[in-house]
């Protein structure tokens, strides 16, 4: 077995050696049952020097996406050569997880609670103790999230633009787009940024399902930008498409209640004045059209087709060309599909 000089890694109470792993239980707090609340944290601390990079899942308890991520990443073979150290956490808001739930006990967003403190609210607790006990150890950081409840994202990466490394963390990871967006208050991300973390954060799918494309996304992208960082060796494959930048985003919004037909998926492009949906009543001949008011491509979309006024169906992203962007989100999802079939048993851990 080969030895190393390498300090261990610590975490909570575990010191990992070097060329080992564990998985560490951290104390989050209790219930008013006095049922605690743990975060399970997967350590992987390589024999050599290296980025400590965090790939977090399940901030929200009900995107459940990203913990199929995890889990395929942490089967790869690959990351026995790991230089550096990663970290996983599948569940940060295990409450949620379990009640397949967005929120924690108290209904707060747990992504709303960054960076916490130690005599506030449950949320603010855990965001406090995953601060100062996960958060603070690391170099890098990727944190994966879904759509909400009856609302899909396509894969996509979103970063500050303030942020040079975090940018070409967003370029390498190779999603079909890339949101140029400041973090919102009160979010992991934006508590990352006010340390000096570069970190990027995922959005694919929708909550409560896994999606398949999604998750090849996401494990692609992370060995992308394990690749970059010196982590790990070049693949066999690597990404020959670049992503679409985009500077602006906005929801599309029902202007009545209804009924909604959807006639544009995620991934599609639009023009201003485009027809992306009709609104009717089950009661009256009435009905109205939803029309894009700019150009751009599909993001996100609300799938659920009993709609109140105001209620967001479209998300469209501003794009420079979009003949640039059918041409990339085709190409990129040829590529993931390409790459997947041949090591999906051996290298994905795909079960």
Avoid at 37 to 60: D, F, M, Q, S, Y
Avoid at 262 to 277: E, M, P, R, S, W
Avoid at 281 to 298: L, R
Avoid at 344 to 351: D, H, I, K, T, W
């Amino acid at each position: 077995m080969q030895t190393s000089s390498r300090a261990p890694f610590t975490l909570g109470n575990s010191n990992i050696p070097p060329g080992s792993r564990a998985v560490v239980d951290i104390p989050f707090g209790k219930l008013y049952t006095h049922t605690e609340l743990n975060i399970g944290a997967h350590v992987i601390h390589g024999r050599k020097e290296g980025p400590v990079l965090l790939v977090t899942a399940a901030l929200h308890g009900d995107e459940i996406n990203g913990v199929e991520i995890c889990r395929r990443l942490l089967k790869l073979p690959r990351l026995n050569q790991l230089k550096g150290t990663l970290i996983v956490v599948p569940i940060v808001n295990t409450y949620g997880f379990v009640q397949q739930s967005r929120y924690l006990p108290d209904r707060r967003d747990l992504n709303r609670s960054f960076p916490g403190s130690e005599k506030g609210s449950l949320g603010s607790r855990m965001a406090f103790q995953f601060t100062d006990k996960i958060l603070q150890n690391c170099s890098h950081a990727i944190d994966l999230h879904t759509g909400a409840i009856h609302r899909s994202n396509l894969p996509q990466v979103r970063a500050s633009a303030k942020d040079k490394v975090a940018l070409r963390m967003a370029e390498v990871f190779n999603a079909p787009i890339i949101i140029k967006a400041a973090s919102r208050e009160g979010t992991m991300r934006g508590t990352a940024n006010s340390l000096g973390i570069p970190i990027l954060l995922f959005e694919a799918g929708e909550a409560l399902r896994f999606d398949e494309q999604s998750i090849n996304v996401g494990v692609r992208g992370i060995l992308n930008v394990m690749t970059d960082l010196g982590m790990l060796r070049a693949g066999r494959r690597r990404p020959n498409t670049k992503s679409l930048f985009s500077k602006k985003s906005s929801w599309v919004r029902a202007e009545h209640d209804g009924i909604a037909r959807y006639y544009v998926g995620l991934g599609q492009t639009v023009k201003t004045g485009d027809v992306l949906a009709h609104i009717y009543s089950p009661y009256s001949d009435f009905e109205v059209a939803v029309h894009a008011s700019f150009d751009g491509i599909v993001i996100g979309r609300n799938n659920l087709p009993l709609v109140n006024e105001g209620e967001a169906l479209f998300h469209v992203a501003e794009v420079s060309s979009l003949e640039e962007a059918e041409k990339t989100v085709d190409a990129i999802n040829d590529e993931v599909d390409n790459a997947m079939p041949p090591v999906l048993g051996e290298e994905y851990g795909v079960v």
